[in-house]
């Protein structure tokens, strides 16, 4: 079992996942609360509790970490061509259904203004303005390079690992 303090440790880290902040809000009795939460964090049990709870929620949320990845991948890889279409005319969406889902996921927003004007002659012209948005290529492909330890400590880890000749690739 965990003991009082250790189990709002574990609820507060859950809420963030930064020990800093944990170890401060479950009032650790510390002078440095990044010390506290490092060794609270290297403590079996309240690791182990951190753990079940972080699957309990994403068993009830249905998040799996092919899910995840499956998203990183649409972000990574979307082009801005899937999604909208542009020329002299200015830029136009795509109708929704000829979206696929995961170009569709790649997406942080979009909008479109109509302005009303008058030309001189009295002539009303419209003009409008597309302004299509997506989630940072950079930081999907970033997160999945991670994953997969294309570079990073994990990759060293992995190439001294596997010896010398793994580390060229294949």
Not at 7 to 25: C, H, K, M, S
Not at 98 to 125: H, I, M, N, Q, Y
Not at 146 to 167: E, K, M
């Amino acid at each position: 079992g965990l003991t009082l303090l250790q189990e709002r440790f574990v609820q507060q880290y859950l809420i963030d996942g930064n020990g800093t902040p944990a170890a401060i809000r479950a009032g650790l009795p510390s002078r440095d609360p990044g010390h506290a939460a490092v060794k609270m964090l290297r403590h079996r049990e309240v690791a182990k509790a951190i753990q079940r709870e972080r699957a309990a929620a994403a068993a009830r949320l249905g998040i799996s970490a092919d899910r995840v990845k499956n998203e990183l991948a649409a972000i990574a890889f979307a082009s801005i061509a899937d999604v909208a279409d542009w020329g002299p005319e200015g830029v136009s969406l795509k109708e929704k259904s000829a979206v696929a889902p995961p170009d569709r996921a790649a997406l942080a927003e979009f909008s479109c203004e109509k302005t009303l004007s008058e030309k001189a002659g009295g002539e009303k012209a419209t003009t409008s303005r597309t302004q299509v948005k997506m989630h940072s290529k950079q930081k999907a492909l970033d997160a999945l390079a991670r994953h997969l330890g294309l570079y990073g400590r994990g990759a060293r880890t992995i190439a001294n690992a596997a010896g010398a000749d793994a580390a060229g690739g294949e």
